[in-house]
């Protein structure tokens, strides 16, 4: 089975500080993506990535930047946290089939809180 | 623009069939996927439609009309399991991939 891990489940932080949040997956997938999920709002993309040092801006890059050395791990980064962006945050991979059209599989997820 | 449009909450009974319906107007399509997803869990992989007509995979089956911008997921013999958000997506293009707000799904004994 297909394993996205990711580094926290609950994260409290201040308005301000520099967030990381780290996902990892363990089946050589080339995609990788960070979404947000907020009630009442479909899963928005804050970026993805389709190899290695490759990024792509998603719906809502803004406030964010991602973070690709190895092929399995996927950083996501809030430079200045703001209260905003207090949301669950999804990490997923898939196989790169020349498209989105391989099942995307989720992490399960990190319950940000800032302050 | 892009618009997926689902109900946001829907109501079973144990043991009987519910279908859920998404609806969308997107600039291409090439597939859509369903995914259910429990209370504080991940989204997991449910179907894949490219193509007009069923997919049926035990109790779920999924059903696309291309020319109508239509899809419903439809589950059998509903468990008190089942209950959770089936949100549904749609592959724009090649890279884009754009989501519905997801169906409550709740079922009662």
């Known amino acids: 089975d297909v394993k996205v891990t990711q580094s926290s489940r609950y994260l409290v932080k201040r308005t301000g500080e520099k967030v990381f949040l780290e996902c990892v997956q363990d089946?050589?997938?080339?995609?990788m993506f960070w979404y947000r999920q907020d009630p009442g709002l479909g899963l928005r993309l804050i970026y993805f990535?389709?190899?290695?040092?490759?990024?792509e801006k998603g719906d809502i890059p803004e406030g964010y930047s991602v973070s690709r050395e190895k092929k399995e791990r996927f950083s996501l980064i809030l430079e200045s946290a703001s209260t905003n962006q207090t949301s669950m945050y999804l990490c997923?991979?898939?196989?790169?089939?020349?498209?989105?059209?391989?099942?995307?599989?989720f992490g399960n997820g990190t319950r940000l809180t800032v302050t | 623009g892009q618009n997926i449009d689902q109900p946001t909450e829907m109501t079973a009974t144990e043991g009987a069939i519910v279908q859920i319906n998404c609806t969308y107007q997107?600039?291409?399509?090439?597939?859509l996927f369903w995914y259910q997803q429990h209370a504080g869990e991940a989204p997991t992989f449910l179907s894949y439609n490219v193509l007009d007509g069923l997919e049926e995979k035990g109790r779920f089956s999924s059903f696309l009309s291309r020319s109508k911008g239509y899809s419903y997921l439809l589950l059998k013999e509903l468990q008190m399991k089942d209950s959770a958000s089936y949100l549904c997506?749609?592959?724009?293009?090649?890279?884009?991939?754009?989501w519905g707000a997801g169906t409550k799904l709740i079922i009662k004994p």
């Open positions: 997506a749609v592959i724009v293009g090649n890279y884009q991939l754009i």
């Open positions: 089946m050589d997938h080339e995609n």
């Open positions: 990535s389709y190899d290695v040092k490759m990024k």
């Open positions: 997107t600039s291409g399509f090439n597939g």
């Open positions: 997923a991979s898939s196989f790169n089939s020349d498209g989105f059209n391989s099942p995307l599989h």
